[in-house]
Nanobody, 121 residues
Framework: QVQLVESGGGLVQPGGSLTLSCAAS????????MAWYRQAPGKQRELVAA???????NYADSVKGRSTISRDNAKSILYLQMNSLNPGDTGVYYC???????????????WGQGTQVTVSS
């Protein structure tokens, strides 16, 4: 099986920063694209940022220029550093990982359990 464990969420004041982490473990042969999504109260889950296995990144317009997604391939950890946080960044942040558990397996997507980020004074 595969486990994705997120950490780093919490209560942050407007203008503050935080770094989220997502550690993948279990039976993993190869990890492809890793991504962060967020879901604000009453809204649909949306893509925040993604990074391919080769290191190519893309960001939602709402976080572009103040967020950095990165990954440690050796440790199978995904990061999201966010700066200049505002109340619009509030939500539950989920990591999503595309991976193969074994050679010749199909690539499947897995979700973490989510970590709450609240931006408020």
């Amino acid at each position: 099986q595969v486990q994705l464990v997120e950490s780093g969420g919490g209560l942050v004041q407007p203008g503050g920063s935080l770094t989220l982490s997502c550690a993948a473990s279990g039976t993993i042969f190869r990890i492809g694209t890793m991504a962060w999504y967020r879901q604000a109260p009453g809204k649909q889950r949306e893509l925040v940022a993604a990074i391919t296995s080769g290191g190519n990144t893309n960001y939602a317009d709402s976080v572009k220029g103040r967020s950095t997604i990165s990954r440690d391939n050796a440790k199978s950890i995904l990061y999201l550093q966010m700066n200049s946080l505002n109340p619009g960044d509030t939500g539950v942040y989920y990591c999503n990982v595309a991976l193969m558990q074994r050679l010749y397996d199909r690539q499947s997507h897995y979700w973490g359990q989510g970590t709450q980020v609240t931006v408020s004074s």
